[in-house]
Nanobody, 125 residues
């Protein structure tokens, strides 16, 4: 089992930047799809970005392409989400997640069996 511990987040004005971190511990050997999801009040959890540990491939939701960057420090087992040009519609609780295997259908939350505790991101206009 993989444990995920999140940090970062907070409040920022529109156009600002934030960085989220997600430290993985436990049995982290093998191939994983690591991802960031978000959930706004009254809305379903949606995939934001994913990172494949097998080949470092990245995937993004259309709504964040060109603004968010997902990356990993493999030596430290830390996943990052750099968020630039933030918009009020980015306001949500953000979660990191992990599942064994590859990032096919990475945006679907069901197959992920490890989740971080969540961190709030609030963007004001």
């Amino acid at each position: 089992q993989v444990q995920l511990e999140q940090s970062g987040g907070g409040s920022v004005q529109a156009g600002g930047s934030l960085r989220l971190s997600c430290a993985a511990s436990g049995y982290t050997y093998g191939t994983f799809c690591m991802a960031w999801f978000r959930q706004a009040p009254g809305k379903e959890r949606e995939g934001v970005a994913s990172f494949s540990t097998s080949n470092s491939a990245t995937y993004y939701a259309d709504s964040v392409k060109g603004r968010f960057t997902i990356s990993q420090d493999s030596a430290k087992n830390i996943l990052y989400l750099q968020m630039n040009s933030l918009r009020p519609e980015d306001t949500a609780m953000y979660y990191c997640a992990a599942k064994r295997g590859y990032c096919d259908s990475w945006y679907a939350p069901i197959p992920y069996n490890s989740w971080g505790q969540g961190t709030q991101v609030t963007v004001s206009s």
